[in-house]
């Protein structure tokens, strides 16, 4: 604000002073009337926040405005309202304030400013921040009227303005009201019937409490609620992805409404029921939360829209997490605290450090798609497998130690010295023996389908990489790519194009008479439907599938045990799509070892010479490469590598879902066969890979260009989130290969991420189990070195003479690298281990047979270790200011229940901070919401806002009793039983005084019952119910959308839903951002994209014509026609 000419005009000022009468004052309520005056006309530039205000002078701040400053007088001087730099700026007509562009105040206004100033302007803090007060009605008398306290509230307020009550409805009026109010259907015929004859005040208690045990009171008000959650299940945006599961929180919320789980529980357990559930806190609070299945409540937090690959990922994630933090405050606060994203809330007393602190708590959680132990079955299978495993590992370390009379290092010797030898060149050897090149046509192969064409394709048919292997001019491909227009060409050689075809080649019977059987193959992957096979006695012996690519492959079948027998070789391709083709050429049978191997002649004098077993020693010639070689992410780290985790604990992880846990070396997995742990490894199939679960590392900054993450197992995948980021999930792009596959089952797979693009950024690592697959993590850092190999076990005690069996084993890396490879077998070498395993294995696979498949919710799961942010300077994502602490609004009080130091993300102490006793805001919003639902509008006729902006309400008095009331006792049913049946509730919605309607015309002070509009669900269900196409619904996933042919765009499903839903109630359909039902768009559904407490009443043309032309209220009304004709 600019001050003009100030000292000058104090002399003139002061003279007006001395000459102003004395006015006598009329009560001036600073909240009711002062508050709102400055908010909206002086607060926007003298208020809360700092970044807008002009001369640093505050208005909302009794100390900063009554401050002389340089202005020689004091902007407001209490007790003296012409002395108040104040009242003559606001009156000055050469310089006014508001400044020129806003509205001059009215003379009224000015003279309420004058008034408040006069009586010492004293401040208040906002009404909606003060402590509850447990005033009783200022009325004692008794009256008829008070059935309720409540009544008694409204009795007052109605007599301090001079009004009357309107009668009591009629009593069908009422049945109708109420059942519409409590389960948003209209009443049956029969209870009509019964109520019309029985309507007094035991009738009406009985049929409450009928309404309130009913499920469909708890499926209106889950969906009151999910107007508070922006409830929908898809993202929005351009494809419009799904949620996940969101209908497990809609059955939640349903589930708990129908309990009557006290209402700070309820938000507790939304805020933060997955720590409580996973036993962060005391067991019985754990057990409870379990019970209530607290952690299916976290799943509003992810129900926002959200955007595939962001340029900006930060901003982004900062725009996800606003919205999250607008929800939680609206809905639970009724405060507006993501006004303060850029800037210090300019009404409220919320300032953007707030925001940053709630950003900090909110940033600090993960989204997580949690197993749901639905019954307890898992969790009860895991307490019975556990002995067992103990018991099975126990026999398998008795296993090994029989192992220790086996001659195992002469093994490994004789293997090793056989690798290091070239075969002879003086070996007399068979020679090679071709059994097909096709180089003169199918010859004597039989040919089936149309797939391979009538003879072999030439080297000028083929592309550049299958010519490459062609050991002649001719190969079999069913990929025919001649088109029958290329010169020289005769069209009828050829059949139908692309992979559309089928077909075989089969080969004629002949002896395998050779070691090896080789040939080359590409083509499609996909099992026995593209692939080459052999086949002895009947039986397929070896098979090989393409490899997803035109370069050709060479296979090599060791056949040497078959050798004197007859077989036979099929070529199948039985596959229509992608890659539905197989290519093959060159089938020899052949006595040349592969590279590294001995000759036959000469594994067979070695084997002779150390009395072993010939076959023993080839397996172990054959794997000698993989005994020795190094651990594929065994590199020894450098001083510039960043350790995230070695796994030697789960320490740094948090664990979602029972499958992970920490294994040591030498501890036993059953998965398929007996694994020894070589090292450290947080593992998910530590009791069973039936279980699932996913572990997230702690946050880190991508400070090296590549994230290194050393795995093992089977259909797993390592994610990597930057900034929290998640919707790669559905489209990866700007972020392709940040989820990859867990694909290596008797190797460690390194996998590398390159993180350049994202350098700076907040990190962390998530490692799924998803179902019947098994991951083992063995270490994860940063590195700008792409490599990660080092050395495997030790096996230079192979050098040392006299080295035994056990020295050899002692080494759980050794152990674990033979039982891996199989060269260690305790069921194999052992029988006393068989005798005493084979009970435990038994009972371990009855057990592990029988856990059931958990409910995947979407969830929350706490960071390992929470994190603080920095202010975003204007809310940008590239300014950053000072570090916050996590915590919550801090002119609420109560930020003692943040630690310094806090652990988690701090969403606990959030939960315990919003629902405390001595959190006003809680539970005035909670009891105002409840009123509304009832009632037909709310007290604070603002519910989502109960700040500055919003408004106060008339009877303050009666919503703390209610919110009191509600304080000690949290049940929602109590209370919603006492409103509907006060005299309040049972009056008529016309007073038929026009006199008290027109002094009470937004019925403030609750004169008559408000008048209500059926929302969109109740009038879609009401029909439904009415023609009797209605069906009882238990909850699941949502009925899909029925798309009309003017729902279009991106993200439009493949398949319409049902045109009546399947007959289900409104909540069970499906909710999809880009493609809302339109049956409920024009009778004003909301749209999921915040908190909205207060639909928006509307009144339109497209509200009848819907009623008149929608196909769904036809094909009702026919429905119901057909109903009537048959009873008539």
Not at 235 to 240: I, K, M, N, T, V
Not at 984 to 1011: F, G, I, K
Request: charged content about 25%; glycine content about 8%; aromatic content about 8%.
């Amino acid at each position: 604000m600019a001050i003009h000419s100030i000292l000058l005009l104090i002399p003139i000022f002061m003279t007006a002073l001395q000459q102003a009468p004395s006015v006598e004052l009329v009560g001036v309520d600073f909240e009711r009337e002062v508050r709102p005056l400055l908010a909206r006309n002086c607060f926007p530039c003298h208020g809360n926040d700092s970044g807008t205000r002009k001369v640093d002078l505050r208005l909302d701040d009794r100390d900063s405005a009554t401050q002389i400053k340089g202005w020689k007088i004091p902007v407001i001087s209490p007790g003296d309202a012409e002395s108040s730099l104040l009242m003559h700026r606001i009156e000055d007509d050469s310089d006014p304030m508001p400044p020129e562009g806003h509205p001059r105040l009215k003379s009224e206004e000015r003279d309420l400013l004058r008034r408040w100033i006069n009586q010492g302007a004293e401040y208040s803090s906002h009404w909606s921040w003060q402590p509850l007060r447990d005033d009783q009605p200022l009325s004692s008398e008794s009256s008829e009227w008070i059935r309720d306290p409540v009544d008694a509230y409204v009795l007052e307020g109605l007599k301090s303005q001079k009004l009357s009550p309107a009668p009591e409805i009629d009593a069908l009026f009422w049945l109708r009201r109420v059942t519409f109010d409590l389960t948003g259907l209209p009443p049956s015929p029969a209870v009509v019937e019964e109520f019309s004859l029985n309507h007094g005040e035991e009738a009406r208690k009985k049929y409450v409490e009928l309404l309130l045990e009913d499920r469909g009171y708890a499926e209106h008000f889950t969906r009151h609620w999910l107007d508070l959650v922006r409830y929908a299940e898809t993202h929005g945006h351009e494809f419009d992805y799904a949620v996940g599961p969101a209908h497990e929180y809609r059955d939640w919320v349903i589930q708990s409404i129908e309990r009557d789980d006290p209402i700070d529980q309820f938000v507790k357990d939304q805020i933060a029921g997955d720590l409580v559930a996973a036993g962060q806190h005391s067991e019985l609070e754990s057990e409870s939360a379990r019970t209530r299945h607290a952690a299916a409540g976290t799943g509003w937090w992810w129900l926002s829209q959200a955007t595939h690959a962001p340029v900006d990922v930060l901003g982004d994630t900062l725009n996800r997490v606003d919205n999250q933090i607008d929800v939680i405050s609206r809905a639970f606060l009724g405060a507006t605290v993501s006004c303060a994203r850029c800037h210090d809330h300019k009404f409220d007393r919320i300032s953007q450090a707030d925001w940053t602190a709630l950003s900090g708590i909110v940033r600090s959680t993960r989204r997580v798609v949690h197993p749901w132990d639905r019954n307890g079955e898992i969790h009860q299978r895991i307490s019975e497998l556990k002995p067992l495993m103990g018991t099975l590992s126990g026999a398998l370390e008795q296993g090994i130690k029989l192992q220790e009379t086996l001659p195992l290092t002469s093994w490994m010797l004789s293997a090793k010295a056989l690798r290091d030898v070239m075969p002879d060149q003086g070996e007399k050897m068979r020679s090679d023996l071709l059994l097909q090149s096709f180089e003169d046509g199918w010859s004597d192969w039989v040919v089936e389908g149309d797939a391979f064409g009538k003879s072999p394709h030439h080297r000028r048919d083929l592309i550049e990489q299958q010519s490459d292997f062609l050991q002649g001019e001719n190969l079999a491909t069913s990929h025919d790519r001649r088109q029958g227009n290329e010169e020289g060409q005769d069209d009828s050689d050829l059949g139908p194009s692309s992979d559309l075809r089928k077909g075989r080649l089969i080969s004629p019977q002949f002896e395998l008479n050779r070691d090896y059987l080789t040939f080359f193959i590409s083509g499609g992957d996909h099992g026995s439907d593209t692939c080459v096979r052999l086949i002895v006695d009947g039986q397929v012996i070896e098979q090989a599938s393409g490899n997803q690519q035109t370069r050709m492959d060479a296979v090599r079948w060791d056949v040497a045990d078959k050798n004197g027998k007859s077989a036979r070789i099929e070529v199948i391709d039985d596959h229509e799509g992608g890659w539905g083709h197989i290519t093959c050429d060159h089938f020899v049978l052949t006595d040349v070892p592969p590279n590294g191997m001995p000759t036959r002649q000469q594994l067979t004098r070695r084997a002779k010479a150390e009395g072993i077993d010939k076959e023993i020693l080839k397996e172990w010639v054959r794997l000698w490469p993989q005994v020795i070689e190094g651990h594929p992410v065994g590199r020894v780290l450098s001083e510039d590598d960043v350790l995230i985790s070695n796994c030697e604990s789960s320490e740094g992880w948090t664990l979602d879902g029972p499958a992970f846990d920490d294994l040591k070396p030498g501890d036993c997995t059953l998965i398929g066969m007996p694994r020894f742990q070589g090292g450290h490894s947080l593992h998910s199939a530590a009791v069973s890979r039936a279980l699932r679960g996913t572990a997230l590392s702690r946050n880190f900054l991508a400070e090296r260009r590549f994230l290194h993450v050393g795995v093992q197992g089977e259909d797993c995948q390592v994610r990597v989130s930057v900034e929290g980021y998640w919707m790669n999930q559905h489209n990866a792009l700007l972020f392709e290969n940040f989820i990859q596959p867990v694909q290596s089952l008797d190797r460690w797979q390194h996998i590398i991420f390159d993180l350049e693009r994202y350098q700076g950024r907040n990190i962390h690592v998530e490692i799924h189990d998803p179902g019947d697959g098994w991951v083992s993590v063995d270490r994860v850092w940063l590195s700008d070195d792409r490599s990660a190999g080092g050395s495997g076990p030790d096996w230079s005690v192979l050098d040392n003479p006299g080295l035994t069996t056990s020295e050899l084993l002692s080494d759980p890396a050794r152990l674990e690298r033979l039982l891996t490879l199989g060269l260690l077998d305790p069921s194999r070498w052992g029988g006393a281990w068989n005798a005493a395993v084979y009970k435990a294995v038994i009972a371990y696979r009855d057990v592990a047979s029988k856990i059931p498949d958990p409910t995947m919710v979407l969830a929350c799961s706490d960071a390992p270790v929470g994190f603080d942010v920095p202010i975003q300077i204007r809310g940008e994502s590239g300014k950053v200011g000072e570090l916050v602490s996590r915590g919550a609004i801090k002119a609420l009080g109560q930020n003692d229940r943040f630690a310094d130091e806090l652990q988690g993300s701090g969403r606990w102490e959030l939960a315990q901070w919003v629902t405390s006793p001595e959190n006003p805001l809680f539970w005035r919003v909670q009891a105002n919401r409840i009123w509304k639902w009832v009632m037909g509008k709310g007290l604070v006729s603002t519910p989502d806002d109960m700040g500055m902006m919003g408004t106060a309400p008339q009877n303050q008095r009666l919503l703390d009793h209610l919110a009191l009331r509600l304080s000690r006792n949290a049940s929602r049913k109590e209370l919603i039983r006492d409103l509907v049946l006060s005299s309040t509730y049972a009056m008529d919605s016309l007073h038929p005084d026009p006199d008290v309607d027109t002094r009470d015309s937004r019925n403030d002070y609750w004169h008559r019952a408000e008048q209500k509009r059926l929302t969109a669900e109740s009038i879609r269900d009401g029909i439904l119910v009415t023609s009797g196409g209605w069906v009882p619904s238990a909850g699941g996933p949502p009925i899909p959308t029925y798309l009309d042919d003017f729902l279009t765009g991106r993200g439009r499903p493949g398949q319409s839903g049902p045109l009546d839903g399947d007959g289900s109630r409104s909540l069970y359909l499906e909710v999809r951002r880009n493609f809302l039902n339109p049956f409920f768009t024009v009778f004003d559904f909301p749209i999921p994209a915040t908190t909205v407490g207060k639909r928006t009443e509307s009144n339109v043309p497209a509200q009848a014509l819907t009623l008149m032309n929608s196909p769904f209220v036809h094909e009702q009304a026919e429905l119901w026609g057909g109903a009537l004709k048959e009873l008539s």
